[in-house]
């Protein structure tokens, strides 16, 4: 069992893709009222290594050794994958042992004003920042940030860093109705994704009921009206998970231990991490599939969102 890498997960926008996670849970600049990881614990800005890169090679070593290759290496997981201060030397390492399997990096981008983490990221392929408001008040109610941090910054950054990347850039924006689908945030969104000028804009929404009371998901026609105003030539909705059988390659036994958990007992995402020792992450690709295919349902109560199974086991 490795601590630091999870899956292969079945990624709806990467495919069969092994998660690299450099932050515990849960570390990160922002704190998403939205977020799946759940409530951040360590609210920064502070680059650190905060899991030792020795670690996590050793961990990549036993794992080249002994299974195939993913489509893609992806760093994300637990919390803001940019705040470890060696995820450039991390990345340098899978490109140097599989220069064959694509570098994604799924982060916030929020600390790309700083140059050393611009440049860090260099060497990856696919780099996918979040960016969910510009206006500042949508910015500080949507994503909660951590003290200092500008919506300013986070467009100036990105600005910075998509004129030296080489690689790929798909920006993802996440819409909450009552959180950042104003007039005035979809305007200076279009703004600001104008003047970033990424390869693809994805809009997401929460597939499930959210964590805090009053958030709900938008819905397909508001996407398609954010669209309209946004007015970028390649944008995309992504909010729906893939189903089973638009999965290449998929796990039958972590399906199997996750429907046999929640047959015994409803379950959090974070009870079935603790029971079956899966990543947060791993669970919730997975929780996102089922729930495709119609196989668990989803309530909302007071310790978190719950998962049962639908109908005989
Ligand atoms: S940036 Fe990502 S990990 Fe951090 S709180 Fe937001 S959704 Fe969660």
Same mark, same amino acid.
């Given at each position: 069992m490795y601590k630091y890498l999870f899956g292969p997960v079945p990624s709806r926008r990467l495919g069969m893709s092994l998660g690299i996670d450099l932050v515990p849970r849960k570390v990160c600049s922002l704190?998403?009222?939205?977020?799946?990881?759940?409530?951040?614990?360590?609210l920064t800005l502070e680059r650190n290594e905060y899991i030792l890169y020795d670690k996590v090679v050793a961990e990549l070593k036993h794992y080249f050794d002994n299974n195939p290759d993913p489509y893609y290496f992806t760093f994300s997981g637990s919390g803001e994958p940019t705040l470890n201060s060696r995820i450039g030397e991390v990345i340098d390492f899978v490109k140097e042992r599989k220069p064959n399997v694509k570098v994604a990096v799924l982060t916030n981008g929020t600390i790309f004003? &700083?140059? #050393?983490?611009?440049?860090?990221? @260099? &060497?990856? #392929?696919?780099?996918?920042?979040? @960016?969910?408001?510009?206006?500042?008040?949508?910015?500080?109610?949507?994503n909660r940030p951590?003290?200092?941090?500008?919506?300013?910054?986070?467009v100036d950054g990105l600005v910075k860093f998509i004129k030296d990347f080489k690689g790929i850039v798909w920006l993802e924006i996440f819409i909450l109705p009552g959180y950042n689908d104003s007039e005035e945030n979809l305007l200076k969104l279009k703004e600001a994704v104008h003047e970033i000028n990424p390869d693809l804009v994805q809009l997401n929404t929460l597939d499930r009921p959210g964590t805090i009371d009053g958030l709900f998901p938008a819905s397909i026609e508001e996407l398609e009206e954010v669209i309209k105003v946004i007015d970028f030539p390649n944008t995309k909705i992504i909010a729906r998970a893939p189903k089973r059988k638009e999965q290449k390659s998929y796990r039958q036994d972590a399906e199997s231990a996750i429907i046999g958990t929640i047959a015994r007992r409803p379950c959090t995402a974070q009870d079935l991490s603790d029971i079956l020792g899966m990543h947060i992450s791993e669970v919730n690709k997975y929780l996102d599939v089922l729930e495709a295919d119609g196989k668990i349902q989803v309530t909302r109560q007071?310790?978190?969102?719950?998962?049962?199974?639908?109908?005989?086991?």
């Open positions: 704190d998403c009222v939205y977020c799946e990881v759940g409530e951040t614990t360590k004003s &700083n140059p #050393d983490v611009r440049n860090t990221l @260099l &060497n990856a #392929d696919l780099v996918l920042p979040s @960016l969910d408001a510009v206006d500042e008040d949508a910015f500080q109610k949507i951590a003290k200092g941090l500008t919506a300013k910054d986070c007071e310790r978190g969102v719950f998962y049962s199974v639908v109908g005989p086991v």
